[in-house]
Structure formats: structure tokens, C-alpha cells
């Protein structure tokens, strides 16, 4: 991502509004008030007649408002998001309203503990009251309400930022069209809690600290140097510091057997824990990580999934493949809580090395996918679109490129089509570059959802508008109620599953009626080659050699037949198919049919 | 392991000798010199008259010379590898003669940065010379030349521990006949060196610590205290961490809203730094944790093989799963270069969630690698066995109990012995219980090594004195340079791979001839099933279901010969087998055979 002049928001001033007054204070979550707030923002673009292209973007721990383009001609660096937003960039300020504001609790212009108290005319210090994710999500609504935003197409954050996100789409959960959360979670876990522990110990500890009332004095900075040091190392991955850093020495070939530090990633902690010294405040940094610690979707709401009962917005769940801090299993925590109430949900586990930090890095990647999710949102709210899915060209009037691996041509899609009801729900599993289900919602109007293994598959879904999974379906669809579909189709993969008894009985749980297709291995090219030439046999169907096949089980009709028969499953259609038409064969299938289609249901006990 | 009286080595007392004198100081590393220098140890069990029974253990950084017993009665807690020290235990007292000493640097006997400096009457304090772990271990040969110990059966150690036993082996290589490096790395990664760091920032930064001359002052606790509670998140996997604490809180149900410990991960790690204030010493922190990050014997050495060149001992290699200080792969780094030096080398990564502290954790499984190892080398060295493999009874006299799901009766073990000639080096991929191997080893006087997945399997031929490398085969084997092996086999396994071709193409790499067997798919039961009744064929080999097949390539003697043609590789012999004879089956053995093994040999330029 460029971030030339051409793309950027160019300069811009934060301002600032009181968005509480000190005679109205508001109630924070641990029972005390605080007033008078201001909120610092910042906006870009514009708010269109009808009110519907606003999007939020929440900041993460050491982010403030300045999210793109510089606050003035001298600035070294650009906001702390410009890679995303601006025109032409991913969240389009040519189309959108964007606004970001500081979070309460922050040191960057919204009111925080090292602003003076009212009540004591010095800085509020220790006095200051916890507050937590909740609050400052009811603060940024005040701002909104200031700002006459009446709605959100978009509210977008990674990090602490997407515990916001998640808190929005559960406090005004009809506030939203969509809720982009990433790299974050419901909830840190115990080692997450550990580091920022360590690091407030090391605040708290310090001599300057003097209960928060440091200002005009010598700051803790030791103490808030090693709490950026200790969160440092846990932004980055292993894999990345090794890449970054490794063992090399800074300024000299020799050790120098004394305590200073001399390994370039020594020396990389000490510049980022004095520079953030500058720009950060111990009391903030305090505030904010206990604000962290205390977010508990769980715990405030019974349950993940009564927490998410009430939301009403689309959600695209997005996490990095080497992120320890807020984990990829933390993502899909959310996802299967999301997908076990019905909720709308897109889940891509981006494959990055960079750690936790890859959600301000992986511009390319992350860019397309929040690009062609909240464009693909819009053009839902602007074509009032209630299926799940668009028309085939993108919001934009761009058909997203297909990767070249992933243009398969598959004659049972066809058939597929013709045996699914229309309006009814289906489940895609190896979606692939969802070509069935965009066929299926544009012939049949069907409310599809897929899974997808392949990364850039999965983001083509997405620019398709269609919501997708990105997950192994043989890891299970536990995340679905039973019959949460009415059809789950499972085209020709079955031979390439290392469990396909697991699976075929997960779907027939989650969906009441399964479609499968798969290559016929008793085709008499098969039976004939391994007759009469004694080899593994290699058909069209079957274009594989032995040794390089992704098929790794091979079955007949008469296999699935009895397949099917001992898990007690119903076939209701079983149609054998030639080669290229979409005709059934009815004379000898086993032998004359080189594929098959089979749509099955479970006998239930009821 | 219980730690009753009976496996107790009992009261025993640590005990300090003088190894350096104050005039002929010892030249350290740094250039600096050293001296005096006393050395606290302990041993347990007896040095027998052949003085061939002595077992080293090295401590890791916060550990002692009190490996096992209590130094009292009224001791709350035995020594910190009680679980693996004593009579009838791993490491057995009762046949070795065991010590351990606290290392250089150290603050418990050994002398350290907090002992009196001669030259100046007071703590050395920052004046103590920067140690490394060369120093420590050639401090450790002057005790063992004090103890009158000439050579070592075994070397062992964790973590640091593990460090000191790759620089005994590397430093001196006629000293031992095994080293068992645990949970260790030949080198920290940036990740933890920067952890390192932080730790030494906050000792350093502490306002208490006064250039390390805080001796009868106050001590820098907190910052001691900040560097253990980041060690000690680093020795917890996450998992862990989870399973111990998750987000329960301490003494509450609700949160309290301040700043103090509430959740029980932060009041353990308050108590943990408390109670590491009170037993350790906040120079000698600085000094070992320095000498870890120096630690590497790639920079040393110019490589990790060059390092390794001129060893001579056994190593056994261990990792844990979820060690992520240390990680498994760091571990595997050791194993490949031991290996590329055809050194006598067996890894396995067992399976913990206990993360780091899993060597110190994990008594059952470690024990049984760690004796096994120790009990086979000394059995070697008693018989003077040159063959890498025992008589099918155990030093111990047992044979082990082999786990259920490792009981394989393979008909072609019997025809692979025979085809393999005397004295030759022999890979055994996927070796199972090393049942082939000890075959091997008996029948024909081998020099066996195998590779095995199941990390029971390999404990088991660990048990049996057999070296053998955890590893998935896919995985690779570029630790072997060309031709290591006269002979690699490959018993009934390829049609289980993923990527049959890559592994066969590395086979023929490694060794210069490769046996491989495998089930014959055109045997005429197959081909009758298929032709006749049309389904995916079931027999005596091939006994699963085609849903439920670990075998997932088949391919048949005809498909096997097109595939070596294709490869270049020349089949020297190949030998269709009958259901139970190891009589060849010379007539239509495509049709008749329903297995076959074939010896072949690659093509090469020169």
C-alpha cells in the first residue's frame, strides 16, 4: 500500500468535544462516575445524505485518534492505520465517513488519569476510576450521538480495538450493519493477564511513581520502559524476532563481557521502551491494560453465545497464524460462538510471521479482506439484499480476480443447482472460490455459507460478499446446531478426507439433507486397468498417479450404498453420471458411470 | 515416582571444596582471571572400584547442588530432581555414583558476584568477571579432579543444564560415554534473550541495587522479583497457565477495581517473586542469565557439526511439545547436526503441556527415556559392545513391556534379515518397536539406527538400547549426508505417506540401498473385488474399509517398477511374497503375490 500524497487523507487536526458534562457524570461499570469527558477524534471523509457510510475504527492500547494522513506538513509518520484508510485504500475515504476517537482512560486528548481532577485541581492519578471496555465503547456512542452519526455501516478494530468492536456489536446491536473484528478476543487468558501484570508491577513499583501524581516531576519511566519491553516482545512472534534480529550483535563482532546491551534485539527494546516513554503515560498504560485484563465477555454475559444472541450486524472474525498473544484459537472461539446462534459470521486465519503486530502490518492481505467486506456490506444495505451473497459483480463492479489454482470446473455443480429448494439454507463445505454458492443464490435465492481450507480462496469469498469459514472441515463443524442447514453439500472431496465417516455424520447432524459427489472407483476403465493391466487405475475422474493423488480413499456406488446403510442413513437420490452430461445413467451405474451425486438424509429416532 | 523413604537417597549434606586457588587463578573467557574458587556439590551412591559408574548432573538457573534428599529432617521440600535421583529411581544411587555441583557465579556455595572479593575486602558485586558456560563446566572438571572421578558414564542436565552438557561433550569429548541434553539449546533465540534482558533491565534499574553492592541493605527485590515472574511465565506453556489459573479470580467473585493482584495468575506470580527474593541472589541472576545469552556454540565452533566433530559420547536428545523457551525445534537443530556427523544420536520430543518446566515436571516419561538411556549405555560399556543395540534383555535384565498397539508381526522382518548383509549400517524408517532392528543387531551384527513417530515406540527402543530419532519420515531426513547408510528399509509404509516419491527419492540419498515392502493391489483378490463386485477391495493386507484406511496410495508390483523407471532407480531385486512362506512367488507375482519387497539402488552420474 502506497502512502503517497494521491492516497492519503492528507492533513488533518484532531479535535476534540466534551462529550459529558461534569453537572450530568456518567456511571462507569464499577459504580463510579466520572465527568466532565472529552473525547479527541478525528474524521475523514464525508457523511453521506442517507447516513449510512460511517465507519468507526477503535484503537488499540498505545493508539490514539491520528488513524491516517499527518497532522501536520512536518510529520515523520503518517497515522498509525494510514496503510488502510484513505481514498482508494481498503476502508475508502472516498466512499466513507471514517472516525476514530481516543479511548477513555487515554493520554492523547480524550480525559484519563493524568488529567486534572475537578474535585482536587491536581491530576486525578490513582484517584482516577477504573474503567473498562464497556465504558469507553458508551463514550464513543456519545461522541456518535454529538457527531449526528445515527448508524453504523462498519465498526472495525484490532487488538484491544476489536474488544471494542465486539462490545459495540453486543451493547448497541442495532447499531451496526457490520462488526470487523481483529486479531483480539473475548478475553485475555491467563498469560496475557501475566505479562500485563508484570508490566503494571514494574509501573507501580517504580520510585517515581508516587501514586500517579509524577506530572512535573520525574516520571517512571524505568518502570514503563519494561512494561513496553515485556509488551514488545509479546507483539512480535519468535519467528520474526529470529528474522528480525537473530544474535547479531549492534557495533561490534565481540562480546563485551560487561551488562550493557549489545544484541541488536537488546538494543531494539531500549529504543522502543525510551521512545515510548515520550509519547505514552505511565497512568494510562496502567488504566488501560486493567481495562484489558477485566474484558470478560464471558463472564458478563453466562455464555459467549447468550452474549452474541442479541447482535444483529454481520461479523468478519479475522486472526494471524502466528499471533501468541491474542491466538488464532481465540478467533475461533468467537467464530463458533457467532455460528452456533446463526449469526452471520466470516472467519480467515491470515497466515503472517509477524506476530500479534501483523494486524498494522499485513496491509495487502488484511486489506482485501476488510476492503471486500465492508464494500460488499454496503452493497447489501444499499440493494436492501436479504440473502447471504451478491450478484456477481462486487459492490465496486470489479469481478475480483480468481487465483489461477483455484479455477475448478466441476459438470455436478449444475446438477447441485437443479436438487437444491429454493430460499433454503445451505452449507458449502470446500467452497473453494464459492462458484456453487453464488450460483445457488443468484438461480435459488438460497442463504449460503461456506468452508474453505485455501487463504486466498476464502478472502475471494469474501470480495464475493459471500460469508465463508476458513477452517479444515475435518477439524468439525461443532459450531453448528443440529440442522442449522437445509442442505450441506460436499462435492467430490470425500475421497480426499482422512475421516469421511466423522464428517458425513457431523453433516448430516447440522444439515437435513447431505449432497455428495465423488469420482466412481468401480467405473469399468478402473475395474478394467487394474484387471487385465495390473496398475492403479488413472481415469479421467481419477487423472492421478498412485504415488502424487490427493484422493486418499477410493469408493464405489455399491461402497457408499453400504456405507450409508450402516450409519443408518437414508438415500433419497442417487444419481450416477457420465462424463460430461448432467444426465443421469440408469443402465449398470456401478459400472458405466464414472461420477455420482447422492443427496441423503439421517433416520432419526423421532 | 513416589519420594518415600525407600527411594530417598535420605539426609545428605552439601559440601564445598576449594578446585581453584587465589594463586594460580583460572583464565575465564572473558580474558579476566578468577581465583579463589570454591565449588558447592553433592553426591549420592558410590564411585565403584572401575570407576566407570559416575553420573554428572548440571543444574539449571535457579537450581543447586541439592539434587535429591533433604539436607535436614525437618526439610520441607527434597532436592529439585528428587523425582529422578535416588535408589530405584531414573537415576539410579544405588548403581551410580551421582554429583552435582552449584555452578560458577552461582549464590549457593559456588563462589559468585555476591562473594567477598579478595583484591578489595567486599562484595564483588559488578567487579565479578562475566562467566560463560565453558567456565562453568571446566570448573566442573576440577571437582570432578578433586573427586578423584576420571570419567563420566553420563552427563545430564535441563534447560542451562542442558547448555553445560553439549559444552562437556564438545569441551571434553573422551570424558563421557553419554550426554542427555534436555529441554536445551545450543544457542538462546532472540525471543529470549530479549526476555533476558528485561529481567536484568529491572534488577539493574533498581533504585536498590547499587551497582550489585547492596549487601546488608536492601536488597533490589523488586526488581529481582520482575525478572523471575518473566522467567517463570516463559517456563508455563500457555495451556498450562490456562488449565492452572485461567481467569479465576483470588479470594473474590468480583472484581475489585484498583490495581492489586486479583486475578490467581497475578497472586502467583507475586508469590513466586517473593519467595525467588528470598532464596536467590540478584548478581548472580544477572551473571547466569548473561552466561546463557553468550552461550553458542555455532559462533564458537564456526557450526553446529564442526561443534560436534570430534565428540565421541552417545547423545540422547530431549524436547518437550509445548516448550516454547526452548522449543522442540531447537532441540531437532542439535539432533540433525549430531547426526550430519554420523554421531551416535537419539531425540524424542515427548508430549507435555507443561511447557519449559516439564523437565522438572514430567517423572514417568522423561525417567523412563533417561534411565533406559543410562542403563543401555552402561550395560555397552560393560560388555564393551561396539554395535549400536542390546541383547534382547536390558541392562537391567527386563525386557520392557511392550505397549499394546505396538505388537506387529510382520512376515517379511524374516526375508528383510536375510536380504541385509553382515556388519552393514542399516536405517530403519517408522522401526516400530525396534523389533527389526534388534534382529538386526543380533542376527547380523548391524550398526542399527531407526526413525519412529510414536514417541512410546521410541521410549521402548530407547528402553532397548536402540538409537533412534522421533520424527515424522515426511519431515525429511537432510540431517544424513549422502550414502550414511548401506542399507535404509521401508517396511510396509509407503502406501501410508503423503509423498511416497520425496521419501524414496531421500532413501535412496541417504543409503546405498533401500528394501522397501508394501501390499500388492493387483493381487487377484483385489482385482476380483473390483472386476466382479465393484467395490474397493478387502484382504488379509489390506484389511481396512476405504473409509477407514491408514493406507491411502496403493499401487501394485507393476506400478511400483514403472515408478523406480521413472525415478532412475535400478531394482536389484525384487521378491514377490506369498500370505506366510518367505519363499518368492515367481510365477504372475502381479496377480499372484499379495505382497512383494524390493531391493533397489539408484542410478548415479559418476
Avoid at 185 to 199: C, E, K, M, P, Y
Avoid at 497 to 524: G, K, T, Y
Wanted: aromatic share 10%; glycine share 8%.
Amino acid at each position: 500500500m502506497e502512502s503517497d500524497a494521491k492516497n492519503s487523507v492528507g492533513i488533518i487536526q484532531t479535535q476534540t468535544v466534551r462529550v459529558v458534562e461534569a453537572d450530568a457524570p456518567l456511571r462507569l461499570a464499577c459504580g463510579k462516575t466520572l465527568g466532565p469527558i472529552d473525547v479527541a477524534y478525528e474524521t475523514y471523509g464525508t457523511l453521506n445524505d442517507q447516513k449510512d457510510n460511517a465507519v468507526l475504527i477503535c484503537h488499540a492500547l498505545s493508539g490514539n485518534a491520528h488513524v491516517a494522513g499527518c497532522n501536520s506538513p512536518d510529520d515523520r509518520k503518517p497515522g498509525w492505520w494510514d496503510i488502510m484508510v484513505g481514498p482508494g485504500k481498503p476502508i475508502d475515504t472516498s466512499k466513507y465517513f471514517v472516525i476514530c476517537s481516543n479511548i477513555l482512560g487515554g493520554c492523547s486528548g480524550t480525559t484519563g488519569p493524568s488529567d486534572v481532577n475537578p474535585a482536587t485541581g491536581r491530576p486525578y492519578g490513582l484517584e482516577f476510576p477504573i474503567i473498562t471496555i464497556e465504558d469507553t465503547v458508551h463514550v464513543q456512542k456519545r461522541l456518535l450521538d454529538k457527531l449526528a452519526v445515527p448508524h453504523l455501516l462498519a465498526v472495525v478494530g484490532g487488538s484491544m480495538g476489536g474488544m471494542q468492536v465486539l462490545q459495540w456489536a453486543v451493547s448497541y446491536p442495532e447499531f451496526m450493519d457490520a462488526a470487523l473484528c481483529i486479531a483480539s478476543t473475548t478475553r485475555l487468558n491467563a498469560q496475557s493477564i501475566a505479562f500485563d501484570a508484570v508490566g503494571r508491577n514494574a509501573i507501580l513499583g517504580d520510585p517515581y511513581f508516587n501514586d500517579g501524581q509524577y506530572h512535573g516531576q520525574t516520571n517512571p519511566a524505568r518502570g514503563l520502559s519494561i512494561a513496553r519491553m515485556i509488551g514488545h516482545i509479546t507483539y512480535l512472534s519468535e519467528e520474526s524476532m529470529r528474522f528480525k534480529f537473530g544474535r547479531t550483535l549492534r557495533g561490534s563482532t565481540d562480546y563485551t563481557y560487561d551488562f550493557n546491551s549489545e544484541f541488536s534485539v537488546e538494543t531494539y527494546l531500549d529504543y522502543q521502551g525510551q521512545a515510548f516513554v515520550e509519547r505514552f503515560d505511565a497512568n494510562s498504560y496502567l488504566y488501560i491494560t486493567k481495562a484489558m485484563d477485566y474484558f470478560d465477555i464471558v463472564r458478563e454475559y453466562g455464555s459467549l453465545r447468550q452474549a452474541f444472541a442479541a447482535t444483529r450486524c454481520r461479523f468478519l472474525i479475522a486472526s494471524f497464524s502466528s499471533d501468541w498473544l491474542f491466538t488464532p484459537r481465540q478467533s475461533e472461539d468467537i467464530m463458533e460462538a457467532l455460528g452456533a446462534e446463526g449469526k452471520d459470521v466470516t472467519y480467515c486465519n491470515i497466515y503472517s510471521s509477524y506476530g500479534h503486530d501483523a494486524f498494522l502490518l499485513e496491509a495487502a492481505t488484511l486489506g482485501r479482506l476488510i476492503a471486500g467486506f465492508i464494500d460488499s456490506t454496503w452493497h447489501r444495505v444499499r440493494t436492501a439484499q436479504r440473502v447471504r451473497g451478491e450478484k456477481e459483480k462486487t459492490a465496486a463492479g470489479i469481478k475480483p480476480k480468481l487465483p489461477d489454482h483455484a479455477k475448478r470446473v466441476r459438470v455436478d455443480y449444475e446438477l447441485i443447482d437443479s436438487l437444491i429448494e429454493p430460499n433454503s439454507r445451505v452449507l458449502d463445505l470446500g467452497c473453494g472460490d464459492g462458484e456453487l454458492l453464488m450460483r445457488l443464490v443468484q438461480d435459488k435465492n438460497v442463504c449460503g455459507e461456506g468452508v474453505e481450507l485455501d487463504e486466498d480462496l476464502v478472502i475471494h469469498c469474501v470480495q464475493r460478499g459471500l460469508s465463508v469459514i476458513h477452517r479444515d472441515i475435518e477439524r468439525g463443524l461443532e459450531m453448528y446446531p443440529n440442522e442449522t442447514f437445509d442442505y450441506a453439500v460436499l462435492s467430490q472431496t470425500i475421497q480426499t478426507l482422512r475421516d469421511p465417516q466423522r464428517v458425513l455424520l457431523e453433516l448430516h447432524r447440522v444439515a437435513r439433507r447431505v449432497i455428495v459427489s465423488f469420482p466412481n472407483f468401480a467405473h469399468w476403465r478402473c475395474r478394467a486397468q487394474l484387471m487385465f493391466k495390473g496398475i492403479a487405475p488413472q481415469t479421467r475422474q481419477l487423472p492421478f498417479r498412485w504415488y502424487n493423488s490427493p484422493n486418499i480413499h477410493f469408493l464405489s456406488l455399491k461402497d457408499y450404498d453400504h456405507f450409508c446403510a450402516e450409519l443408518d442413513i437414508h438415500i433419497e437420490q442417487k444419481i450416477p453420471l457420465g462424463k460430461i452430461s448432467t444426465l443421469p445413467l440408469r443402465i449398470l451405474p456401478n459400472f458405466f458411470a464414472p461420477q455420482a451425486i447422492y443427496v441423503t438424509s439421517k433416520y432419526h429416532a423421532s
